[in-house]
C-alpha cells in the first residue's frame, strides 16, 4: 500500500484507486529500489522498504529535528489515524483493536504475559512455532508450573486439527499457533 506525500488521501481509498484492488509487482518492484541489487525473499519487518517508506520515515524524523517528538507527533496525527483505519479494513475489525508496537515478538509479548498462568495450566502450540513465542512458553513453564504441549503434524507438514481438538481440555488455557510460520512455505490451518 502507499502513503500519499501530502497526507491528505486516505490510503486505502488512493490504493484501491490506483491499483484496482490488485498490487502491481511492476510498479512495487520500481517503488522499492534494492530489488536492483538483491533477490530478497524476506518478508514485513524485515523486507525491503519502498522508497516513500523510506521517505516518510526520514521526513518525520526531520520534523522532529525540526519542531520536536510531541509536536511532530501531533502534525501527523491524521495520517497515524489513518494507518490504524487502514489496518483495521484490512484485518476486518476496529481502529480502536489495532495497537501497533515495535515488532512482532514485543507484540506477542505484550499479550502473552497478560495471561495469569498456573500450574498444570496447558498451552497448546505447533512444532513450527517461532521460537521467540516458545521462550515466552518455556519461562512461563519455568516459572509457574504450567505445560507445554506440541500439537503433532498431520501427513502433510500442517498442524494436525483432528488431533488439536482431541488434547484440548479444560486445563487449555492458551491455544498459540504461528499461521505462517518462518521458512518452509508452511501455511497452518488456523
Ligand atoms: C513467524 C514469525 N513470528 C514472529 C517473528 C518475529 O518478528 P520480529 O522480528 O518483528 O519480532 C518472525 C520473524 O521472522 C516470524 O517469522
Redesign the pocket.
Known amino acids: 500500500m502507499t502513503i500519499t506525500g501530502d497526507h491528505g488521501a486516505d490510503p486505502a481509498k488512493v490504493f484501491a484507486q490506483e491499483t484496482n484492488g490488485e498490487i502491481d509487482v511492476v510498479r512495487a518492484r520500481r517503488e522499492t529500489p534494492g530489488c536492483a541489487n538483491v533477490l530478497h525473499f ?1 518478508n ?3 523486507a525491503l522498504m519502498p522508497e516513500r517508506v523510506v521517505e516518510a520515515v526520514i521526513r518525520h524524523l526531520e520534523l522532529e529535528e525540526t519542531i520536536g517528538g510531541y509536536e511532530a507527533a501531533e502534525r501527523a496525527e491524521d495520517a497515524i489515524n489513518r494507518v490504524y483505519e487502514a489496518i483495521a479494513q484490512l484485518i476486518n475489525c476496529q481502529p480502536q483493536d489495532v495497537a501497533i508496537v515495535e ?4 507484540a ?1 509479548d505484550m499479550a502473552f504475559y497478560g495471561f495469569d498462568f498456573q500450574a498444570s495450566d496447558r498451552i497448546l502450540t505447533a512444532k513450527a512455532e ?1 521460537a ?2 516458545y521462550l515466552a512458553y518455556l519461562q512461563i513453564a519455568q516459572r509457574t508450573g504450567a505445560v507445554i504441549d506440541v500439537v503433532p503434524y498431520d501427513e502433510s507438514g500442517q498442524i494436525s486439527v483432528p488431533r488439536m481438538a482431541e488434547m484440548i481440555d479444560e486445563k487449555v488455557k492458551l491455544i498459540a499457533i ?1 499461521h ?3 521458512n518452509g512455505g508452511l501455511v497452518n490451518p488456523a
Not at 103 to 106: E, F, G, H, L, Y
Open positions: 524476506n514485513a519487518g524485515a515488532n512482532a515478538t514485543r506477542w517461532y521467540s513465542n504461528t505462517v510460520p518462518t
